[in-house]
T-cell receptor, first 113, second 112 residues
Framework: KAGVTQTPRYLIKTRGQQVTLSCSPISGHRSVSWYQQTPGQGLQFLFEYFSETQRNKGNFPGRFSGRQFSNSRSEMNVSTLELGDSALYLC????????????FGPGTRLTVL | AQSVTQPDIHITVSEGASLELRCNYSYGATPYLFWYVQSPGQGLQLLLKYFSGDTLVQGIKGFEAEFKRSQSSFNLRKPSVHWSDAAEYFCAVGGRTNKLIFGTGTLLAVQP
């Protein structure tokens, strides 16, 4: 079975721009979660999507948004980029609920200049 | 508040020596506990998880962890470390949602 894939792997943007990151979960997985990883704040939960609906949300500003499609693929969008948004963005997929293991993708490295 | 503490930021061990990485958690309900490993430039790989039952959990690559409710701990152990184990290790806690709360990580260096 193919693992979680994320595209692109690397991105460079400038302040004020917006960016869209994509995540394809493991086949059959319906839950997709997003995490931000930075040296200062560590790994922080952004949000989770299940059956095209946001099921859980972390403490991030509204500039961070996401969606999920009927095939469970997910995208996250960051608008009006700030320097502090530079991070590794990780996507994780699982079958359904909290009892299921979350499998992580390789991440998208976003650099904001 | 829900939190995970990994008190050791950086650990160096000799190849072949035993390893123990510490993890303490604070969680209101019965926790689900995880250990993940991250190599440079990579995502997170699950080593092992505890949901219920036997408090000693076996994982991949020869790792094991023991859940101690009385100490709110979930320490990771390996009897003999290999050079390829050098990486960053993250302890995480979850519960009734898919939101995982991660510790700050422990960076493991292995000396030849």
């Amino acid at each position: 079975k193919a693992g979680v894939t994320q595209t692109p792997r690397y991105l460079i943007k400038t302040r004020g721009q917006q960016v869209t990151l994509s995540c394809s979960p493991i086949s059959g997985h319906r839950s997709v979660s997003w995490y931000q990883q930075t040296p200062g704040q560590g790994l922080q939960f952004l949000f989770e999507y299940f059956s095209e609906t946001q099921r859980n949300k972390g403490n991030f500003p509204g500039r961070f948004s996401g969606r999920q499609f009927s095939n469970s693929r997910s995208e996250m969008n960051v608008s009006t980029l700030e320097l502090g948004d530079s991070a590794l963005y990780l996507c994780a997929s699982s079958l359904e609920g909290p009892g299921d293991t979350q499998y992580f993708g390789p991440g998208t490295r976003l650099t904001v200049l | 508040a829900q939190s995970v503490t990994q008190p050791d930021i950086h650990i160096t061990v000799s190849e072949g020596a035993s390893l123990e990485l510490r993890c303490n958690y604070s969680y209101g309900a019965t926790p689900y506990l995880f250990w993940y490993v991250q190599s440079p430039g990579q995502g997170l790989q699950l080593l092992l998880k505890y949901f219920s039952g036997d408090t000693l959990v076996q994982g991949i690559k020869g790792f094991e962890a023991e859940f101690k409710r009385s100490q709110s701990s979930f320490n990771l152990r390996k009897p003999s470390v290999h050079w390829s184990d050098a990486a960053e290790y993250f302890c995480a806690v979850g519960g009734r949602t898919n939101k995982l709360i991660f510790g700050t990580g422990t960076l493991l260096a292995v000396q030849p």
